[in-house]
């Protein structure tokens, strides 16, 4: 298996910064085609596209554009959602820091497609040099003409603001994010109405995450037909793929979907275990997806292929866990973080996360329950099953696998304390 | 739609849990009220809808066509109960020795689940630590209670739009509290207590109602608020073994104010069982007063009224009705003066309010009342504010209003020389200067007229008189008027432009536009401007005056003006004369009487020497009370019957103990003329005897006997004597008030006036010129003073100042002055300050705000130290003869 850089394609070639080497390399011919179209045909080549969201929910990018440009209220906004924050991901700041010109150009034609005069760019707060840089980049493009009127001899104009996240897992998700933005408390909101309906100060708005938005100069340079060469069918184009945990080479890899399979991807890029043992469980798309066993590796890096398999692809955060590990404490790094991240909106995920972290460190402590395994799956399925956002439907999804999984792990931890 | 097999039919837009209450199935939810948007926070209401993959939350999905819901199965039911198992685990369980035991939906959902409450462990109490509502008198939060569904916070954005509550803290830590946990009753918070009203687990409570009762302890009982004029429907919750009422609800839905209150109707009913509530009839003997029997009391009274009668005939005796009374007591009272005494005598407070709306409205449509309805006002195209501070004086009007900007999109013009709360929903703020109105309306016209958009049709088929008004207004420039009234021509231009160009018009007007000595005249420019763009008799567009007290509409209605019988039926109609003296058995006088400030007057010539005060207190109400009090003095005979010893009461030979609202049945009529039903929530103090029955011994006394049994019976008398009351009856107004006019039983009310001709035929446009005020800033008085009300407290404050809530946030008063005025004069804030005119003089305290403007002071009248009376001047609208309270010239220095 081999990488396919086509977002990646420009990292280290230049100095990150360097407007003209980026353009001298092919860059902005994507924002130049857009640009010459009317926005609703720009919205029509996303949606052939096929792209979707790379974020985490995989929504077809092109439908939340199309309902943010349809709608009559205006100002509309743009929002780069770089507050990378899901656990074993770290992709969105390769592209950050590498290729911050085609992330950028990504905004100024979303920007563009659906009838936003403001785009925002909302930064992991952790991530202060991404910050320094951006801000160059704001800078350099107010004065390459890239922002503000009339943007490359067309009559669309563009202000960019630059936000910094103050460090709250939950503003990643798309109306806390929102809310915060709002200088509000960064809390999840009911849907509907969608960002793209209502959105930023109650206007229609389009979140994107950063490798999505990257994929769009891409999409326009081609077109859409070229582009869905990539992947296969259904599932075009590449994935970053940020591998870590037990293994020997962590790294972000492009990868073409559909190319090769989850466990070439380990055994091919990650080198191997650390600990040289066999691998135990790997949660292919962050911390908030399901545990895989070794057994169901061989599942093809595809959406839907990692979907069948019984988790998901998620945020392409390959997490590895090799042998010897504990299912149990693997749940338990996980709900050390997620225990304190809920927003607190909806009552199943506030109280539930909470819970569930309680009765994991009962467990670890050998002072768990028969009973406690079966409050875990309850609460785990309350929370899934009737949580407004992603964060509740999905963190206790690693749990139920691990338990399904992996029960003799949680068992032992029980019959510790009968002994 | 099927909702459990049930078919279900509804309007598009329901969410699928409205549909299912509409045929009583209960979804269960924590989080949901119908007068806020959905939260979805509690997840309690997920259904299975047919064709769905996994559950669906119903209080924010759309009921569709066709659409099959499952409320519960086994599934749905095991999340249900996991969720109230999770919930419970941190709402620490105290039912034993909770005030909403029995009427907590938490406890209801729990029980229905059989939710394990240690399930998931249970809530133990967290260390004590003081929060944002420890110092608060009206609310306590206990954090170990709530269940952060956000209803509170939710109701506080959307419906009080107070924004004081918020979210603190993240999972375990998460609390409800104010931004930065300030104090609440020093927060953004009005304390309407709907918070506490919506709280589905007790975690926000009546401070003054822990360990008084639960639900099964207290007796509720439905009747009218008893203070503004909005006409507020309450639950009071009555403790009956003790005889005191616990604690004040609404209901949602509920007409006319859905549930929602004010500060007043919520927090300040210590009144009722106040200590100093009058036990017994006073005489006055050798300069003190000493408590006599009632029949003492009521033989003295009727003798000394006979005598001066006899000796100095009945135009010698005047009465004061009150607005605070019921129709029945009104009636009675105006019966008693006319029929009883002889005399047109008769009059209240109204004249200090609205005598200039009565007037202008009459004149220029036919009727002198709201042309609409409250809840008419959220489809208004444009809301035109002008001289009310709804949402102190209005607070539940003053949310309509908030709610048809923000939520309808009504374009809210505010014309106020302060920067009142309204201000920050409005597109125009005009603060004109105090007195300007009829320059500032006649501008408006100006540009309607210039700019042809005025209404033609209209004009042409429906008023008259339109050259009339039109040639004054027409060379009348905003330009000119700016000059006039500080307000910037071009503000007025688009002022004129947004009121002309709505489907639909209302002006909102109250005692900034009536209290004045071109009350009158006011009035009639904005009847011109409604009429010149055909804003009146359609729904949403009118004109409407906001009433000040709670039954100041109904005591008009029934002829408590020295002009009119009930149902503004003039006394000087000899036909209509002959009809009262058959009914009543008794010749009446053909004359009108004297207004209220006339009888201060009259009293000074010696010509009155009886006065007669129901439930009024003009010692502090009435203008320049250095003079009032002198009268009040220098009249032979005062009576006064109140529920308390007032400051007038203390003038008085004899005061009588009377019943205040909650103490009564009848009705009371609101500002919109609905007709609602008063009942009684709890004994009167002993001693004590009601309104009207007091008046009917006095008036058997003096041989015109008058016996009835019940409220009922009176209104019953009204009903046949007062046309526009005529179709209403007790049996009638059982659950909803009925709006005048009501002129048969089938007739449903009127929801708006003036439909499809105005009442006195052709609307009559008058031409006003703008006149100054009586008293304009000179060298020595350089300051324009007005003086008005504020939300936490009522008239002279009687009532209110005897809660502990309202002591909290308003104990004394003040002068408000503009900053660049008080550096000038080196007045700091809460500083000491003498405020003086040619009239009088007090000391208060300074508050300096840019909400008024510079050269401009403001006072609240409702404060017995530093009355702001003292300095309001008593001249007159030669009309309608009202006082002047809005403008004065003043002098101010600190001490």
Known sequence: MKERKVLTQWMGKYEPLDLKAYEASGGLEGLRRALTMEPEEVVEQIKLSGLTGRGGAAFPTGLKWDSAAREKETPKYFICNADEGELGTFKDKVLLDSCPWAVFEGIVIGAYAIGAQLAYIYLKGEYEDTINLWEKLQAKAQKAKLLGTDILGSKFSLQLQVVKGRGLYIAGEEFALISSLETRRAMSRLKPPYPSQRGLFGKPTVVNNVETIANVPVILAKGADEYCKLGIKNDPGTRLFSLSGDIKRAGVYEIELGSGTLRELIDEFGKGTTGGRHIKAVQPGGGTSALLAEDSLDCYLTTESIRRAGSSIGTAGVIVYEQGKSALDIVKGLMDFYGLESCGRCAPCRIGVVRMKEIVERLSHGQGTTEDLEQLRQIGKACVATSTCGMGQAFPLPVLSALELFPEDFEQAIVKVSA | ??????????????????????????????????????????????????????????????????????????????????????ILSEHRVACTSCDIDGACKLQDYAYRYQADEERYGRALRKPVRPNYTSNTEAIVYDADKCILCGLCVKYCEEVQMAEALTFAGRCDDMEISTAFGKDLYESSCVLCGGCIAVCPA??????????????????????????????????????????????????????????????????????????????????????????STWSEAIEFVADRLNEIKNKHGPDSIAGVSSAKCTNEDNYIFQKFMRAAIGTNNVDHCARLCHASTVAGLAKAFGSGAMTNSIDELKNAGCIF??????????????????????????????????????????????????????????????????????????????????????????????????????VPADVIRRAARIYAAAASSNIIYSMGITQHTTGTDNVLSLANLAMLTGNVGKES???????????????????ALPDVYPGYQSVEDSAIRKEFEAAWGKELPPNK?????????????????????????????????????????????????????????????????????????GTFTNT?????????????????????????????????????DSAERIFDEIASLTPIYGGISFDRIEAVGLQWPCPDKNHPGTRYLHKDRFARGKGKFHAVEFKPPAEVPSDEYPFVLSTGRQLYQFHTGTMTRKSSTINQ???????????????????????????????????????????????????PFHFCEGPANMLTIDALDPIAKIPEYKVCAVKIKKI
């Open chain 2, 202 to 291: 007790g975690a926000m409570i009546d401070r003054a109602a822990i360990g008084k009762g639960r639900e099964k302890d207290l007796i509720k009982t439905r009747t009218v608020c008893g203070y503004c004029g909005v006409g507020c429907q309450l639950n009071l919750h009555v403790d009956s073994k003790i005889n005191r009422i616990v604690k004040v609800t609404s209901e949602p839905g509920c007409i006319p104010n859905n549930g929602n209150l004010c500060v007043k109707g919520k927090f300040a009913m210590d009144f009722i069982a106040h200590e100093n509530r009058l036990t017994s009839p006073l005489i006055k003997r050798n300069g003190k007063f000493e408590p």
């Open chain 2, 593 to 665: 009487g004297l207004t209220v400030v006339e009888m201060v007057h009259a009293i000074e010539k010696g010509s009155i020497k009886a006065l007669y005060m129901m439930g009024e207190n003009p010692a502090l109400s009435h203008p320049n009370l250095n003079r009032a009090r002198e009268a009040f003095a220098k009249v032979d005979f005062l009576v006064s019957q109140d529920i308390f010893l007032t400051e007038s009461g203390q003038y008085a030979d004899v005061v009588f103990p009377s019943h205040c609202f909650a103490e009564k049945d």
């Open chain 2, 1 to 86: 739609m099927t909702i459990d097999g049930k078919k279900v039919k509804v309007p598009k837009g329901t969410t699928i849990l409205e549909a299912a209450k509409a045929v009583a199935i209960d979804i269960p939810h924590l989080c949901y009220d119908p007068r806020v948007g959905p939260i979805g926070t509690c997840r309690l209401c997920v259904v299975q809808v047919q064709g769905q993959a996994g559950l669906t939350i119903s209080c924010n999905t759309e009921a569709a066509d066709g659409m099959n819901v499952t409320t519960e199965n086994e599934e749905i039911a095991s999340i249900r109960k996991t969720i109230l198992e999770l």
């Open chain 2, 672 to 708: 919109e003329r609905r007709v609602q039903r008063l009942r009684k929530a709890v004994d009167a103090p002993t001693g004590t005897k009601n309104d009207w029955g007091i008046i009917c011994e006095i008036s058997t006394a003096m041989d015109y006997p008058m016996a009835y």
């Open chain 2, 809 to 859: 946030v308003s104990p004394t008063g003040y002068v408000e002055i503009h900053p660049e005025d008080a550096e000038k004069l080196e007045i700091a804030e809460g500083d000491n300050v003498e405020v003086a005119t040619r009239r009088g003089r007090v000391t208060t305290l300074a508050k300096v705000t840019d909400n008024i403007q510079r050269g401009w002071l403001f006072m």
């Open chain 2, 541 to 559: 567009s009118g004109v409407n005056p906001l009433r000040g007290q709670n039954n100041v509409q109904g005591a008009c209605d029934l002829g």
């Open chain 2, 385 to 486: 504010v002008i001289g009310s501070n709804t949402t102190e004086a209005h607070p539940v009007i003053g949310l309509v209003i908030k709610e048809a900007v923000v939520k309808h999109g009504a374009r809210l013009i505010v014309a106020d020389p302060r920067s009142i709360d309204l201000v920050r929903f409005a597109e125009l703020h005009m603060p004109q200067k105090p007195g300007t109105d009829v320059a500032l309306i006649n501008a408006m016209m100006n540009v309607i007229l210039m700019e042809n958009l005025h209404n033609h049709k209209f004009i042409k088929e429906k008023c008259e008189d339109f050259e009339v008004m039109a040639q004054i207004v027409k060379d009348f420039t905003p330009e000119q008027a700016e000059l006039i009234t500080t």
